[in-house]
């Protein structure tokens, strides 16, 4: 399976700034996905990154608050616009390497927005 | 009401036990299962794959689902102290869809 290395681990940040992830792959994969995990709650899926193209968001998740960015097949970026402390949560990168093949996950970004 | 509803936990048992994990679903509509572990401060690695109702086993893993009561376990026999992760149920409605519907997790520990 593919090796998935998100950067950085973890972050403290300050409201109202913003943070940029950045996921890269080992290896090129067909489609690269961003999630977010939530203190006791689902991982959830934000949008997933097209390469060469805009990302395409889930309902309640939006651009303007989650620009992502995939200029390759190895590697993207997701930044957390005008953080606020509902933002606190681990943010993952997530890969499948095939039509049917199933989900890997980096092992994420811990976000602490104070 | 949540699509996928897991008991968080936590859940302590001694090692050696025989574990079992659970989530309930409310759409008919899925058809394929994982369970997914995740350790502490590590992403959702995958553990189990099935399609519809029946069993499937991998070592000291059983995975098991019944669409009739839309229900899924995870079954884990002699457990270890190695298996103390977070344990995720996801279900899809499509082979590969890149779109998995999680459970909230169930926490494992266990105990020497």
């Known amino acids: 399976s593919a090796v998935i290395s998100q950067k950085p681990s973890r972050d403290i940040c300050q409201r109202g700034t913003s943070l940029t992830i950045q996921c890269q792959v080992d290896s090129q994969v067909t489609m690269m996905f961003w999630y977010r995990q939530q203190p006791g709650q689902s991982l959830t899926l934000i949008a997933t990154?097209?390469?060469?193209?805009?990302?395409?968001?889930e309902s309640g998740f939006v651009i303007d608050k989650f620009p992502i960015s995939r200029p390759n097949l190895t590697f993207s970026t997701l930044t957390v616009s005008n953080m606020s402390p509902e933002d606190s949560s681990i943010y993952l990168c997530?890969?499948?390497?095939?039509?049917?093949?199933?989900?890997?996950f980096g092992n994420g970004t811990r976000l602490t927005v104070t | 009401q949540k699509e996928v509803e897991q008991d968080p936990g936590p859940l302590s048992v001694p090692e050696g036990a025989i574990v079992s994990l659970n989530c309930t679903y409310s759409?008919?509509?899925?058809?394929?299962f994982m369970w997914y572990r995740q350790y502490s401060r590590k992403g959702p690695e995958l553990l189990m794959y099935t399609y519809s109702s029946g069993n499937k086993e991998d070592g000291r893993f059983t995975a098991q689902v019944d669409k009739s009561s839309k229900y899924i376990s995870l079954f884990i026999r002699d457990s270890q102290p190695s298996d103390s992760a977070t344990y995720l149920c996801a279900m899809s409605l499509i082979q590969g869809a890149q779109k998995l519907v999680f459970g909230q997790g169930t926490r494992l520990t266990i105990n020497p």
């Open positions: 990154a097209n390469q060469g193209s805009e990302a395409t968001y």
């Open positions: 759409n008919s509509a899925f058809q394929y």
């Open positions: 997530s890969v499948k390497t095939g039509g049917n093949s199933p989900l890997h």
